[in-house]
């Protein structure tokens, strides 16, 4: 057997081309979305990043600001900026790409981002709000996992969903998403006992742990639906996923590839939730 590949590329380009639609029907009303990233310092990862999201919105018609600040911007510096996109109307969604330099509290950072801009979902009033269901703007990548599930014409509910990763990015929001869309979910970590055979009971298993290939076939159900959200980057140069795709597609049902599954989902995301949020604050 071989499983079906989720193609988050594909899903990706789909949802980019909705959103086309969406912001050309809502630039028509006098709404321009607006995304405000911050960058602070010089790291090589951090710029690419910050360049996609730029591209993106560009690419969908949206309004875009990068503020790249000295890697020695003191903490006061970066907050008086956020409070000066807090109350700017252009700006919708705002994101401090992480991480930032050690002398910043990331905290004080998140803490200060207005809930109703805050697309990337890491301020803590968002966070309780995901966790009693209401109504809020949902964090990128687990919100990514979600769509790409759904839309490969998976139902999650009532399903033994599995997620192995406990972080506060990955692992805990996508928990709870998935229980909010009503599978019955366990939350497995690094001092969990017996991971193998908690792991081999998921209908849906999610993998965030950050260990290239740790996942193989003896850890998956057969016909599971098997996301990694894992990206590793091997000696050798290439990306490589948590899941060792080549044992695990053996026994999947549906499986998610690195790259190109659930990577292409995050900014894609990213977007949407700044769309959300220029609707909502123009009554929308
Ligand atoms: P993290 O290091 O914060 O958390 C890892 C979690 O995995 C921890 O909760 C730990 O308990 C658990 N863990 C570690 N080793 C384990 C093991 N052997 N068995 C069981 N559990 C184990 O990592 P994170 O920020 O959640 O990221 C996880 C992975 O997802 C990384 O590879 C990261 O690069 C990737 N990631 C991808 C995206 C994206 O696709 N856009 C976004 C965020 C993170």
């Known amino acids: 057997m071989s499983a079906l590949i989720i193609d988050g590329k594909q899903i990706s380009a789909d949802m980019r081309n ?23 310092g010089e790291d090589a990862a951090s710029i690419v990043y910050v360049g996609s999201k730029e591209k993106a919105c560009i690419q969908l018609g949206m309004y875009s600001e990068v503020h790249r600040m000295a890697a020695d911007s003191s903490e006061e510096q970066v907050l008086a900026l956020i409070e000066k996109l807090n109350n700017q109307d252009s700006i919708n969604g705002i994101l401090v ?22 697309v990337d979902g890491f301020h803590p009033e968002s966070v309780g709000n995901l966790v009693i269901g209401d109504d809020s703007l949902l964090p990128c990548t687990p919100a990514g996992v ?19 990763g406990r972080s506060n990015i990955v692992g805990k929001p996508v928990a709870m998403l998935l229980l909010r869309e009503n599978a019955t979910v366990t939350i497995c970590h690094s001092r969990t006992a017996n991971l193998e055979e908690i792991a081999k009971q998921a209908d849906i298993l999610v993998v965030a742990i950050g260990r290239a290939n740790a996942i193989d076939s003896k850890f998956v159900k057969p016909g599971a639906v098997v996301v990694d959200v894992g990206i590793n980057r091997l000696d050798t140069g290439k990306l490589a996923g948590d899941v060792d795709f080549e044992s695990c597609q ?19 995301m990213l977007m949407k939730n700044t769309i959300t949020a220029a609707k909502k604050v123009n009554g929308m």
């Open 250 to 268: 053996t026994v999947a049902g549906h499986i998610t590839p690195v790259p190109g599954g659930v990577g292409p989902m995050t900014i894609t």
């Open 18 to 40: 909705e959103m086309i639609s969406e912001v050309a029907e809502l630039k028509q009303k006098g709404v321009t979305p607006g995304l405000a990233v911050i960058l602070v």
């Open 97 to 118: 790409q992480l991480p930032l330099p050690k002398h910043i509290n990331e905290k004080a950072i998140i803490d200060a981002i207005r809930v109703d801009k805050d």
């Open 146 to 164: 979600i769509e790409l599930i759904k839309r490969s014409g998976v139902d999650i509910a009532g399903k033994h969903a599995v997620v192995i």
